[in-house]
């Protein structure tokens, strides 16, 4: 699992006019929602440290260092300028030992189908699963075995192989991919 460290930035006060005053300056405002109802931490964050951790098709972790303390956190929300498409304001969890948090993880399909060998077309449906794990067992993605799907069979979320610790949330009868059969095949 890789983690991104950022490096937070104490804020003079909060509202609207202070996360101006941040944008202006060229930095991007942030809150860390602690677990169990522990509060926030309101900070400001330089774009560079956080940019491997939002444009990124992977689940990273990150490690926010804030008045010399480490808080070990996922990014839960991202807001971007509507026109310009820049960061504006980014929303962190804490992550405590032994508590469940929910996160959406990629999905990669491993393998090679029959049904693909035998003229058939992939169709992934879903690029991203939501689960439910705790700090200690979490995964950056999620594989699911393509390696038996034949011409017009569907794999669904029930059918992922999962490690010990982690539950998708997503309904399990959602189709995650299927293999279409062309067209010269049907007449046949």
């Not at 509202?15 to 991007?28: D, F, L, N, P, W």
């Given at each position: 699992m890789?983690?991104?460290?950022?490096?937070?930035?104490p804020k003079a006060s909060s509202g609207k006019q202070e996360a101006r005053k941040i944008r202006r300056s060229g930095m991007?405002?942030?809150?860390?929602y602690k677990s169990g109802g522990g509060g926030t931490l309101s900070f400001s964050v330089n774009p560079q440290e956080f940019r491997h951790l939002v444009y990124s098709p992977k689940f990273k972790l990150a490690e926010i260092t804030f008045e010399g303390q480490k808080?070990?956190?996922?990014?839960k929300d991202i807001q971007f300028?509507?026109?310009?498409?820049?960061v504006v304001h980014l929303d962190f969890l804490e992550l405590v030992p032994g508590v469940s948090f929910k996160a959406s993880v990629p999905l990669r399909f491993d393998g090679t189908a029959p049904g693909v060998k035998a003229g058939g077309k992939f169709l992934p449906k879903l690029r991203k699963v939501n689960i439910l794990t705790t700090p200690e067992k979490v995964v950056d993605e999620v594989v699911a075995d393509i390696?038996?799907?034949?011409l017009g069979q569907t794999i669904r979320v029930r059918d992922i192989?999962?490690?010990?610790?982690?539950v998708i949330t997503n309904s399990s009868a959602v189709p995650i991919a299927?293999?279409?059969?062309?067209r010269a095949l049907k007449g046949k």
């Amino acid at each position: 699992m890789e983690i991104i460290a950022i490096q937070g930035q104490p804020k003079a006060s909060s509202g609207k006019q202070e996360a101006r005053k941040i944008r202006r300056s060229g930095m991007v405002p942030a809150v860390l929602y602690k677990s169990g109802g522990g509060g926030t931490l309101s900070f400001s964050v330089n774009p560079q440290e956080f940019r491997h951790l939002v444009y990124s098709p992977k689940f990273k972790l990150a490690e926010i260092t804030f008045e010399g303390q480490k808080h070990s956190c996922i990014l839960k929300d991202i807001q971007f300028h509507p026109v310009t498409d820049a960061v504006v304001h980014l929303d962190f969890l804490e992550l405590v030992p032994g508590v469940s948090f929910k996160a959406s993880v990629p999905l990669r399909f491993d393998g090679t189908a029959p049904g693909v060998k035998a003229g058939g077309k992939f169709l992934p449906k879903l690029r991203k699963v939501n689960i439910l794990t705790t700090p200690e067992k979490v995964v950056d993605e999620v594989v699911a075995d393509i390696s038996q799907m034949d011409l017009g069979q569907t794999i669904r979320v029930r059918d992922i192989q999962l490690p010990d610790g982690v539950v998708i949330t997503n309904s399990s009868a959602v189709p995650i991919a299927s293999i279409e059969i062309p067209r010269a095949l049907k007449g046949k």
